[in-house]
């Protein structure tokens, strides 16, 4: 990993994310602008239905706004084609999904090398011990997801999206998946990833107390940024989203 990341790594600049045409239409996001800086960790949070899984997409090119930019690793998504998103994420983006979307005939290295093989790179052995070692699972190289944990599932993909060395990791509920002390563990790895390597982290999540391992939590309501806490602890952001979650409609 790279030493600590500075300035901008991700920004959006009035995102609307649009489904739907005429009177059916959904708006999911609503002239988006934030700021995510370089080397910190930020989780998004909301109601159901508020927009955060799309706001994370928009922001990883894996969807595309309606209007508005996206700026990744100093790169506009919003002017490349499609060919040029793919190559961007391969490069620029690690992706982790509450499922851990493993393939279950290949061993925890196959599975971390996957992303370079895609690429057409030829992963070292090395490297992907390295990576494996990061997760704390150096040891379980060569099992198979059926002989791991979900916790051990979970260090698996967040290796899987480490291996390209990505300038932003992006995590949609993450710990979704885990028991609490899994969870806990899971959450104090991606932690120490921003503290000592200086990646930026991108989480979305219902948890307060996953939330309060974030440097800054970004609330949506409606598709809209309402407010945000920074060094928050569980309890003050909890309390947050109750609040949140009793504005009306």
């Not at 009177?23 to 700021?35: H, I, K, M, N, Y």
């Not at 990833?193 to 930026?200: A, E, K, L, P």
């Amino acid at each position: 990993m790279n030493g600590q990341r500075r300035g901008e790594a991700v920004r959006l600049r009035g995102v609307s994310r649009r489904y739907g045409s005429g009177e059916g239409a959904v708006t999911a996001l609503d002239q988006v602008s934030l700021r995510f800086p370089g080397g910190t960790f930020t989780a998004v949070m909301g109601p159901s239905g508020s927009g955060k899984s799309t706001l994370l997409h928009c922001a990883a090119g894996l969807d595309r706004p309606t209007s508005g930019s996206v700026t990744v690793a100093g790169t506009e998504l919003t002017e490349l084609t499609e060919t040029g998103l793919t190559l961007l994420r391969r490069e620029h983006i690690g992706f982790v999904f509450q499922a851990f979307n493993l393939l279950p005939s290949l061993t925890a290295e196959q599975n971390v090398a996957l992303p370079l093989r895609l690429a057409g790179r030829r992963p070292s052995t090395a490297l992907v011990r390295e990576v494996l070692d990061q997760v704390g699972l150096g040891g379980r190289a060569r099992h198979r997801p059926t002989q791991l944990s979900g916790g051990q599932q979970q260090r698996v993909a967040l290796a899987r999206a480490l291996i390209t060395r990505p300038a932003v990791l992006f995590g949609d509920e993450p710990t979704g998946a885990l028991d609490t002390r899994t969870s806990r563990e899971v959450l104090a790895l991606l932690r120490g990833m921003v503290d000592r390597q200086g990646q930026t982290i991108i989480m979305v999540t219902h948890d307060p107390v996953a939330a309060s391992y974030a440097d800054r939590v970004v609330f949506l309501v409606d598709g809209r940024v309402h407010g945000e806490l920074v060094g928050a602890g569980a309890e003050d952001i909890a309390g947050r989203m109750a609040t949140l979650e009793a504005v009306p409609c």
